[in-house]
């Protein structure tokens, strides 16, 4: 017995009324990039099923090369399926309140962690998450102004809330 044990059981459950969602463009075109904190989890506080949205986490639900990588993916492959329409998708960014990565705006806890995992104390702070309603809108514009990305793509910026569960957009 492991860990993951008691989920591999809820699993189950699950697998009892699944049904298949076939490859296609989402039933909603909004691609949302958000932070892989547990308190998060944009299934439940977006209220999306399985087929509705692509969800991008990481820490602090930044916008690194990898997330700008995947969001041009998802243009080409939108691109492909739509037959070249006029929008593809919107990119919602969600950053949130309480963010562990907040805790790297320490040097000396960022210089300790750089230590300890082999990451670089620049990739780090570049990582932080102090001020949401700060960095979702520098992520925005990273997003926006990648020439990666697709003109097709919209980009949006939110801040959710932990401590009353909303999500607010931001200018």
């Not at 492991?2 to 009324?17: C, G, H, I, Q, V």
């Not at 690194?64 to 739509?82: G, M, R």
Request: charged letters at 20%.
């Amino acid at each position: 017995m492991t860990r993951l044990t008691p989920l591999l059981d809820r699993n189950e459950k699950f697998a009892l009324t699944y049904s298949p969602t076939t490859l296609g463009l989402p039933a909603v075109p909004v691609v949302v990039v958000t932070c892989l904190d547990h308190r998060v989890d944009p299934a439940r506080v977006l209220g999306l099923e399985l087929g509705d949205a692509p969800v991008i986490r990481n820490a602090g639900g930044r916008v690194t090369p990898a997330v700008i990588n995947d969001v041009a993916f998802l243009a080409f492959l939108a691109e492909q399926w739509s037959g070249g329409a006029d929008t593809l998708f919107e990119v919602a960014v969600i950053h949130h309140t309480q963010c562990g990565t907040g805790l790297l705006a320490d040097p000396d806890f960022r210089q300790r962690t750089a230590a300890a995992t082999g990451l670089s104390e620049a990739a780090l702070e570049a990582s932080v998450v102090a001020d949401p309603q700060v960095t979702v809108r520098v992520d925005v514009d990273r997003l926006r102004n990648s020439p990666l990305v697709s003109p097709k793509v919209s980009v949006t910026g939110h801040v959710y809330d932990l401590a009353t569960g909303l999500v607010t957009p931001q200018p």
